[in-house]
């Protein structure tokens, strides 16, 4: 088997796909090839648990906290509450998950997730939960999530071999976007006929299955520091992460891009409820046709991505994710119809899977191994930005209207896209090497080094993983 090697030609300077590489026969047949890789089956099904979970527990959290106080403003603490530890703590996540074992850490911060809401389920069901308990256990979930996130992404592509890295990344991205379809309204269907305490009962169960899901992973290959005697200093590794991607143009742009976007598509989703009410005047149907709308959305261009890992021109992948999603977002503040307004939300989202999906195979086909979880950490700060680009878009709502505030946000977005990718020709035309098929999964090889049935050249030969240098 080949292997692609030391001197493969780094990911800005690989030769342009063939635009028929897109329809080569089977090429749709191939959507779900690294569920074939056992472990990656068990992560697969770990991550659709455990964020079905979350999903619900953020719908059920929202409710419990309306009905304590009656208040709206209670909603945007909660959710405040929840951003900011995301933003804070994500980079110390990162240097975490660098240190340790990435299998170890996912069970014992998932078991700690787990357990924070069993206290709220025994709170909600003995009727003593208070608004400050829903706080508290904002700040904890949060907090660990940010130790899980960068751990979560960091394992993926050690448990597949090199050339189903985008595939995977991809069912990642695409089993998330079903749990965003299914898991608020299984938490809102609940409520009615169980009660918000078993509602949140089921979410502690999937936790704890997403922890299970997690025992059979192999615990070999799961830190990079495995081998490194170095002894460990906090401050300069967290300084180093930040260090290495100043000193680096690929990853500064990759990383820039990637915290932006979210600063334009969050707005739109948390005023659904306003055009549902205000813009379709179909409140109780409208939500739950937008919001299905944009996880179809994302589920669908997750899956197309799945199927792109052939095309090396990933800049232009970004480039026409990205065009899609303004323009079609654009189009949405726009429409006065609520079934056209679903359509395009919906292809507006495909464009942001692809985008994102895009832009994370990239990093993570390209960063350094001591560095992954610090790097991986700083795409999770985007979940603390995010807020950020609400505050400015409700307010212009509130002043010229929810259509224009969102038309006028996304032609900015549009205009800044236009001028991000004319003046950086190493985005424009940035470009990643299809890998060789590989043998084995990173993990699978450090399994069978760690029982001495083959030595480390051996694994490297069979996984076609050399040592990466980081971009420039």
Known sequence: MTSRSASAPPADEAPPASVGALARPGQWSRTFTSLAERDYAWYFGGNIAFFMAMQMNMIL???????????????????VTTAFPMLFVAPIGGVVTDWFNKRTLLIGAQTIVALVNLGMTVLILMDLVQFWHLMVAAVGTAGTMSVVMPARQALAPQLVPQHKLMNAISLQMGGQNVTRIIGPALGAVLIAPFGVGVAYA?????????ILCMIPLPSAGMSSREGNETPRDFRKDLGGGFQ??????LFRMLLMTALVMPLFAFPIMQLLPVFAADVFHNEDIGLGVLAAAGGVGGLVGSLIAAN????QAKGRIMLAGSLLMAVAMFSFALTPWLVAAALVLALGNVGQML??????TVIQARVPEEYRGR???MLMMSFGLSPLGVLPVTIAADTIGVQAAVAMSMAVFIGLVILVFTLSSRLRDLRLAQ?????LSPAQAARLVAEGTITREEAARRTGRSPVTSGS
């Open 61 to 79: 959290r929202g409710f419990l906290a309306y009905d304590l106080t009656g208040s709206a403003v209670a909603l945007g603490i909660i959710s």
């Open 202 to 210: 089921v979410t502690v169960t999937l936790f704890f299955i997403g």
């Open 244 to 249: 290495f991607v100043a000193d680096s143009p």
């Open 308 to 311: 792109l890992d052939n095309v």
């Open 355 to 360: 985008f994102m999906t895009t832009n994370n």
């Open 375 to 377: 790097v991986m950490s």
């Open 435 to 439: 890998f060789a098929e590989a043998e």
